[in-house]
């Protein structure tokens, strides 16, 4: 062998060794040492050279990319021996489902392999670190990695969230606009009903807060958060009711289930007796949300009061005024001693210049 790369080692009648610096594909090939005895001994060797991959390089991103863009990523590594192996990750995590192909380099001998990933643009991919990794026997269990940082612009992400969820009158509510895309959306705009906010000195826009002071039901209605960036623009609507103050029931507080009400008028008119009687009568389940007395329910019992009393009055009225004047008894005398019903009527009749004249009054 007559190469300066090529020294002898070690020389001697048992063993025979040479070294070979700075390897390259060329050096591979069948290697024969001869021990030149009667007979010659001869004993061969194959070398064979491994084509260490060239760091790979990741090609086709443009940044940005726009969300909903379709991206092809490319990875590829030339001068492998055998054929290396390529794997995609997008944040530590295997991407399978892409294509790979392999070529054979000009000298034959090692082999350029590439790796094509496709995929949609995402806004959860804005910022993801997407990496290509290639293995090799030849690098000892430490594999080349390319990386390429993605970025993604998208239309802003709106979401309104309220300090209250039950707000009453006279509180105070503060509504939060949450906005996020890429590029950074400009303030936000703030709405009611579709116009600008009715009342500035009580709502009060600070970037992205908007805070309601002693609420009132005029504030009742929809309002709406706007956000915006080159990209696009978006919104979100918040529907505030605003609900009247709760009054706790005291533990004290006892209120009846039944109530009654009775008016009676009498009028003695021989045997005949005139009476009202008005009942009023709750279902107790209606008044287990009350909190004081029942206003309604006492006006209605007063009125029903004075109604029947002023019937009372009028009935009393009309019958004295019909029933008022003198009444004349007649008795027939003698006629039980009458022998028969006609001459009984006689003799009544015949003595009516005797009858008694009877007054009656009635009260």
Known sequence: LRDN??????????????????????D?????????????????????????PEKPQITGF???VMEGERMQL????????????????KNDKEVKDVKYSKEEDANHKTFTVSSTMDFLADRNDDGAVVSCRVDHESLNSTPQIAM????????????????????????????????KGKP????????KDGGELPDPERMVVNGRVLSISFLNKTDNGTYRCEAKNPIGR??????????????????????????TATVTTSVALTTSTTSATAISTRDPNALAGQTGPDH??????????????????????????????????????????????????????????????????FI
């Open 234 to 259: 978006n919104s979100t609507e918040y529907v505030l009711i605003v609900h009247d103050v709760f009054n706790t029931l005291l533990p004290t507080t006892v209120i009846p289930s039944l109530t």
């Open 148 to 179: 390429q940082v993605l970025e993604i612009h998208y239309t802003p992400l709106v979401k309104i969230i309220s300090s209250n969820s039950w707000p009453e009158e006279g509180q105070s509510i503060i509504l939060t606009c949450e906005s």
């Open 74 to 89: 490319t990875c590829k590594t030339s001068g492998s021996k055998p054929a290396a192996d390529i794997r995609w990750f």
């Open 184 to 191: 950074v959306p400009e303030p936000v705009l703030w709405t």
């Open 62 to 64: 443009t940044s940005p």
């Open 28 to 52: 591979e090939g069948q290697y024969t040492c001869s021990l030149f005895t009667m007979p010659v001994k001869t004993s061969k060797a194959f070398l064979t050279v491994l084509g260490v």
């Open 296 to 361: 309604a329910l006492i006006g209605g019992i007063v009125a029903v009061v004075v109604f029947v009393t002023l019937c009372s009055i009028i009935l009393l009225g009309r019958y004295l005024a019909r029933h008022k004047g003198t009444y004349l008894t007649n008795e027939a005398k003698g006629a039980e001693d009458a022998p028969d019903a006609d001459t009984a009527i006689i003799n009544a009749e015949g003595s009516q210049v005797n009858a008694e004249e009877k007054k009656e009054y």
């Open 5 to 26: 790369r090529i020294e002898l080692v070690r020389a001697s009648w048992h063993e025979l060794s040479i070294s070979v610096s700075d390897v390259s594909l060329s």
